[in-house]
């Protein structure tokens, strides 16, 4: 199985834990706070992470290459225990395959029922990507499968006859399905962007694109390599991230970072880079794992960067219009250096406490150990989190721990996954879940507003000493919450934030602008 997560720098080579008072492993989940599986004897990892409403949870997992299948699902009681009455004894094994692993390939739907996407070959038992079909799986709550969605429970779409391989899926709040991944349009060319919009039931959205297609191509050129790993329907437009070759004496291995973002309808949005295409480069290689949609309507791309045959965690952000934020971090970017790590990557971001919170690897030597991050809205590391900023701990002693995904809970507790082993052949999944001390406060002030009461039940009070203009609310994944209405007090210094009483308990980020400057703050309902 191959996860493209870190470079042989990092392969190279037991930290010890370094927890501060406001982050603990959670003793009461699994072993002392983590569950390892083994669940195929070639290897395993756990990739994307969902939570169902009972508190259990359900992630993808992939394992070593396998025509047959190497993508499957298992499920955790909410005390880190496998859920027995899930699938096969809590397992199940799917027919997709997917070479290389990103954590945006599962999401749960308001049904309860479960998706997967990934792909399946046209030509039995034939290894060549040329004959494969974007591919996309479903399951009742209980991981049997769905057998009312294609065949079997199993959709395969010829998107251009000549490879198309699914890596990321979302869900509109209409229910449509939107994939990501990448095609081949000809045999000789290079491959590219694509994106599929399905209705509820399974079939193709016509209104979508050409017939329910788009292709993002950034560039004709028969050698370049273009592919998408990130989907995300955001405010009405819908972002793609991934990467595509650079060039450096024709070398096609030196990636850039990709986003395309596109109209509800499939169309370019021109108001994002050039015709709805940004492509960024700072060295010869640089590659994303995670996007997040930033509160402001920009956008964080993460991932690593190669410096001199190290490779570093990086951390970037883009304006609304594609631009970099010249405000954020050294014109943009963010790239970890610390002489303790001398290598890292990041694999996820959430928004946490009105910062972003982001997960990973890093290698510190000797051996390479899961990573938590914390970054400050403008880019510069939380001293206040972890050591200067970063946590490293390690899973039992093992040379290699791995962390792909992560969540957080409505109680605030995180959960991350991935996989550990001591050697990178000999890998087995992990699930570890932490819980942070200083969650709940009565009411939280900002340097631009006050806000109360928190927990807040159906409307949330802001007071501010400038004009209010706007007031946005987000749950931790990025996600705007749509159906929300500000009512202004005559001075506009005060409003009421009116929240639906149906919406989840959990963790919000509530971003409040005076037209000039925002300020994120964390909200609980």
């Given amino acids: 199985m191959k996860i493209k997560l870190l470079t042989a720098t990092l392969l190279a080579g037991a930290c010890s834990i370094c927890f501060s008072q406001d982050l603990a492993y959670d003793t009461a989940f699994g072993n002392n706070g983590m569950t390892t599986t083994t669940i195929n004897e070639n290897g395993d990892a756990l990739l994307s992470l969902v939570l169902q409403p009972d508190g259990k949870i359900v992630s993808s997992v992939g394992f070593d290459f396998s025509l047959n299948g190497n993508e499957g699902l298992i499920r955790y009681n909410s005390d880190g225990s496998i859920d027995t009455t899930f699938g096969n004894n809590g397992i199940v094994l799917t027919s997709l395959v997917d070479e290389n692993a990103f954590n945006n390939n599962l999401k749960l739907l308001a049904d309860g029922r479960i998706l997967i996407v990934g792909s399946k070959s046209t030509v039995p038992n034939n290894s060549n990507y040329d004959y494969f079909n974007f591919a996309m799986a479903m399951y009742l709550p209980d991981g049997t499968p769905d057998l009312s969605f294609g065949t079997n429970g199993i959709l395969q779409t010829d998107f251009a006859g000549h490879g198309d391989v699914a890596k990321a899926i979302d869900i509109q709040p209409d229910g449509k399905i939107i994939v990501a991944g990448y095609v081949t349009i000809t045999w000789a060319s290079h491959t590219t962007f694509g994106i599929a919009r399905y209705n509820p039931d399974g079939s193709l959205d016509t209104g979508f694109g050409q017939d329910g297609f788009v292709v993002g191509d950034f560039e004709d050129d028969p050698q370049r390599i273009e592919y998408a790993h990130y989907i995300k329907w955001v405010d009405e437009k819908i972002i793609v991230g991934g990467s595509t070759s650079i060039y450096d004496n024709q070398d096609i291995d030196d990636m850039a970072i990709a986003v395309l973002r596109i109209n509800a309808d499939g169309s370019p949005d021109t108001t994002f880079g050039a015709n709805g295409r940004v492509v960024t480069s700072f060295a010869l290689e640089q590659d994303v794992y995670t996007f997040l949609p930033a509160p402001d309507g920009g956008i964080y791309a993460a991932g690593s960067i190669d410096q001199s045959g190290v490779t570093n965690a990086l951390l970037i952000k883009y304006n609304s219009d594609g631009s970099l934020d010249a405000g954020f971090g050294d014109n943009g970017k963010v790239i970890f250096n610390d002489s303790l790590f001398p290598g890292s990557v990041i694999s996820r971001l959430l928004l946490h406490d009105g910062k972003i919170l982001c997960s990973g690897t890093v290698y510190d030597g000797t051996e390479v150990n899961l990573m938590l991050m914390r970054y400050n809205l403008n880019g510069s590391i939380d001293t206040s989190f972890g050591s200067n900023g970063i946590f490293a701990f390690d899973i039992n002693g093992n040379q290699i721990d791995y962390s792909i995904d992560m969540l957080l809970q409505p109680d605030g507790k995180l959960v991350m996954g991935g996989w550990t082993g001591v050697t990178q052949n000999d890998n087995h999944s992990v699930l570890t879940r932490m819980q ?53 007090l005559p001075d506009r210094r005060e409003a009421t934030l009116k929240v639906p009483e149906a919406l989840s308990n959990g963790i919000y980020i509530l971003n409040v602008s005076n037209g000039k400057k925002s300020s994120a703050i964390k909200v609980i309902k």
């Avoid at 200083?438 to 007071?463: M, Q, R």
């Avoid at 946005?472 to 994944?477: A, G, P, T, V």
């Fill in 436 to 488: 942070f001390d200083n969650l709940y406060v009565a009411g939280l002030k900002s340097d631009l507003c006050t806000t109360w009461p928190n927990p807040f039940t159906s409307s949330i009070n802001i007071h501010s000493d400038d004009e209010i203009f706007s007031a946005d609310l987000f749950d931790i994944s990025g996600r705007r919450i749509t159906d929300i209405s500000v009512v202004h």
